[in-house]
T-cell receptor
């Protein structure tokens, strides 16, 4: 069964560094999402992406964040200058033309020190 | 704005007990979807069920059952004869969605279920 993959599974970075989280959505999917989960808290929506542009973004998704689909298969989340509070699990999700049917990747745990 | 409330932060039961996890939602849309996800200690999100707003039939899948009541805006989840492997955090989620537009999931705060021997 096709699945969403994310790399790396765990990333440790120093405060102020740029980090790129990578996702490979399911190949025929059209809608792409990033969610964040701070340890012990709920999963929060960050951004949705469709037709090579952002469809919606949350208040969390400020100018430090950006998303890109550089090559038609990868979907990336970049954090320009990481802060301690960016430490969280980041989940990528994708869906076909039924955007309510989202498939989640296993997550990338980001630790900012 | 959509909102999901899971009032139970943590529940502890002894194996073989039945347990119900509550979920109450708010939305202004008439078309929406409700979900339950399981998050084991390993951290991934495991999809359990999706329900659309037009289908109020209760669903049973093995030891799991779901009760959707539009009148009370609730979508409760019952595990019958709980097992230690059911120990996890369970999230209820809502999507206000129409086909053709991207749609975010709004999650509740989760209920941590601890099943002991």
């Amino acid at each position: 069964e096709p699945e969403v993959t994310q790399t790396p599974s765990h990333q440790v970075t120093q405060m102020g560094q740029e980090v790129i989280l990578r996702c490979v959505p399911i190949s025929n999917h059209l809608y792409f999402y990033w969610y964040r989960q701070i340890l012990g808290q709920k999963v929060e929506f960050l951004v949705s992406f469709y037709n090579n542009e952002i469809s919606e973004k949350s208040e969390i998704f400020d100018d430090q964040f950006s998303v890109e689909r550089p090559d038609g298969s990868n979907f990336t989340l970049k954090i320009r200058s990481t802060k301690l509070e960016d430490s969280a699990m980041y989940f990528c999700a994708s869906s076909d033309n039924r955007p309510y049917e989202q498939y989640f990747g296993p997550g990338t745990r980001l630790t900012v020190t | 704005a959509q909102k999901v409330t899971q009032a139970q932060t943590e529940i502890s039961v002894v194996e073989k007990e039945d347990v119900t996890l509550d979920c109450v939602y708010e939305t202004r849309d008439t078309t929406y979807y409700l979900f339950w996800y399981k998050q084991p200690p390993s951290g991934e999100l495991v999809f359990l069920i999706r329900r659309n707003s037009f289908d109020e039939q209760n669903e049973i899948s093995g030891r799991y059952s779901w009760n959707f009541q539009k009148s009370t805006s609730s979508f409760n989840f019952t595990i019958t004869a709980s097992q230690v492997v059911d120990s996890a955090v369970y999230f209820c989620a809502l999507s206000e969605s129409n086909t053709g537009t991207a749609s975010k999931l709004t999650f509740g705060t989760g209920t941590r279920l601890q099943v002991t021997l």
